[in-house]
């Protein structure tokens, strides 16, 4: 359950610090930023730091079990 819940948190973190990094131009290197676009929107996302986030808010949760 709180993989579930950690999802979420991932997808805002990532969401928040690929716009601030992407939207300066960057590429971020490791974090492999670039401009995602489904259907008509555009947005700024990376994988990495979805995965990074989300592992980060599941441990935290699975800490305070």
Known sequence: MELV????LGMILSGVLSLV????G???GQMAIYMAEVADYTFWW???LFFA???????IMMLQR
């Open 5 to 8: 819940k950690a999802i979420p």
């Open 21 to 24: 990094i992407g939207s300066q």
């Open 26 to 28: 960057s590429r971020g």
């Open 46 to 48: 990376s994988w990495p």
């Open 53 to 59: 986030g989300a592992g980060l808010a599941w441990g």
